[in-house]
């Protein structure tokens, strides 16, 4: 049971980490992977960046739901895909946060996890990273 538990962790990462590499190769800005495994009952990643316009944050939100659908992993909800403040994508254990710059800077939503630490996604930059099978 234990070795299930720590697989499935395992895969939310993987999949926060090939969220957060899609949003660093679309040009969003100041990527953050939160760790929120320990401190939140209903995620275990949050995924935050900043874009510099509305297309460019419906674009990267395009292509981060493509992929996820290609691993099939289900979109579990979506707002603000229209404005140009805010978007979220929510796949349950993986939320992703873009924002425009004001708003960002607005609701500073990193310091309300500020206790919570974050991950490197370095390791998987410029790589086609598919989860495991």
């Not at 538990?5 to 980490?17: F, H, N, P, V, W």
């Not at 939100?61 to 099939?72: F, G, P, T, W, Y």
């Not at 979220?88 to 004001?102: K, P």
Request: net charge negative; aromatic share 10%; hydrophobic share 40%.
């Amino acid at each position: 049971m234990q070795k299930d538990r720590q697989d499935t962790e395992d895969i939310c990462l993987q999949r926060a980490k090939i969220i957060a590499r899609i949003c660093y190769e679309k040009r969003i800005e100041d990527v953050r992977l939160i760790d929120l495994r320990t401190r939140c009952p209903y995620a275990d990643f949050f995924v935050i960046g900043t874009g510099k316009s509305a297309p460019q944050i419906r674009g990267v939100l395009k292509d981060i739901q493509a992929e996820m659908a290609k691993q099939k992993y289900k979109l579990i909800n979506e707002a603000g895909r229209g404005g140009d403040d805010w978007a979220l994508i929510d796949y349950g254990d993986v939320v992703v946060h873009i924002f425009s710059f004001e708003a960002r800077d607005y609701y500073q939503l990193e310091e309300l996890w500020a206790d919570a630490p974050e991950i490197d996604f370095s390791d998987i930059l410029h790589k086609n990273a598919k989860l495991a099978e």
